[in-house]
């Protein structure tokens, strides 16, 4: 199946959302369209992962609407595939590749059901896709990083969704394993809309399609450039710190400074 350019697929619209009556979003506008892929940065505690929750529907908006191929988030949210950041977790506790990915069938039969050859075939296709398909028997704490992010992937993919939602997916692996990763969210792309956060630019790489910065409000227009002034309002510092390492190109606008990566801050 491919996708229709332009469908919107999520809509934000000026949403207020927070903690014990404190907002830590204010006044958040979004259209996610049918083959967005979207990066949103911002720094730690910028309401990130508070965005996502109300997308996903964990955190009810103090104010605002939120809806997903046009319907409120309860009904929207099964066509949403997540996928959370890489946790620490017990390298021994024993469950193989393939249970992890099936867990990406539960919501479609509750808890309770047994798994059909359907859920088999589409754990497969999941694990395939990500191109993991011979690992299916590993245990999942004898797998690298990247490999692991790749299970969690098809986790989601598993349940068909039509859009990806990911909490820093290349947070604990190294750049390499990261250009990987985002090769595989590239090809996704072509099926599913993407959205992902990440509090770190450089992390941002050039297959996002349109950046966004958050930081309590959400610059995003669409555009796969990062002004001067959407970093200054996000990050409240000048660009020249925030930009060291981050690929020239990313940047709009920035009066022919360079950051070729090989100096030190001042
Ligand atoms: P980010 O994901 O960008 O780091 P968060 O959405 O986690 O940002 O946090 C935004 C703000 O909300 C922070 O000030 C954080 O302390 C606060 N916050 C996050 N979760 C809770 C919570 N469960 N209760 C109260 N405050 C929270």
Same mark, same amino acid.
């Given at each position: ?6 469908? @919107? ?6 949403? /207020?959302?927070?903690? !014990? ?6 006044? #958040? ?8 892929? &979207? ?25 605002? @609407? ?6 409120? +988030?309860? $009904?929207?949210?099964?066509? #949403? ?13 024993? &469950?193989?590749? /393939? =249970? ?17 050859? @359907? ?8 694990? !395939?896709?990500?191109?993991?398909? *011979? ?18 992937? *098809?986790?989601?993919? *598993?349940?068909? %969704? ?8 290349? *947070?604990?692996?190294? %750049?390499? +394993?990261?250009?990987?990763?985002? $090769? ?26 349109? #950046? ?12 796969? =450039? ?20 981050? %690929? ?13 990566? !090989?100096?030190?801050?001042?």
């Amino acid at each position: 199946m491919s996708v229709t350019e332009n469908q @919107e697929v999520i809509a934000v619209k000026q949403v /207020w959302a927070g903690y !014990d009556k404190t907002a830590v979003l204010e006044n #958040i506008n979004l259209s996610v369209n049918q083959g967005d892929f &979207i990066g949103i940065i911002g720094p730690n505690g910028g309401g990130k992962t508070t965005l996502l929750k109300v997308l996903l529907g964990i955190l009810a908006p103090m104010r605002g @609407e939120v809806t997903i191929f046009g319907q409120p +988030v309860r $009904e929207g949210r099964e066509n #949403i595939g997540y996928v959370p950041q890489l946790i620490h977790f017990d390298r021994d506790f024993p &469950i193989s590749v /393939w =249970e992890v990915v099936r867990m990406g069938r539960l919501h479609k039969k509750g808890l309770l059901r047994h798994f059909s050859s @359907e859920d088999d075939e589409a754990v497969a296709a999941a694990l !395939d896709q990500v191109n993991m398909l *011979a690992l299916r028997d590993r245990c999942l704490g004898d797998l690298s990083g990247g490999q692991r992010q790749r299970v969690y992937i *098809a986790r989601a993919l *598993a349940g068909h %969704p039509r859009i990806l939602l990911l909490d820093e997916p290349t *947070a604990s692996v190294d %750049p390499q +394993v990261s250009g990987s990763i985002y $090769e595989l969210l590239h090809e996704l792309n072509k099926h599913v809309s993407i959205l992902l956060i990440s509090h770190d630019m450089n992390a941002v790489s050039s297959y996002t399609k349109t #950046i966004g910065c958050l930081n309590r409000t959400l610059h995003y227009h669409g555009s796969n =450039e990062i002004t001067e002034e959407m970093v200054q309002a996000t990050y409240h510092c000048p660009v020249d710190l925030i930009a060291h390492g981050l %690929p020239h190109r990313v940047l709009a606008d920035h009066h022919g400074h360079t950051h070729t990566g !090989d100096h030190q801050d001042d």
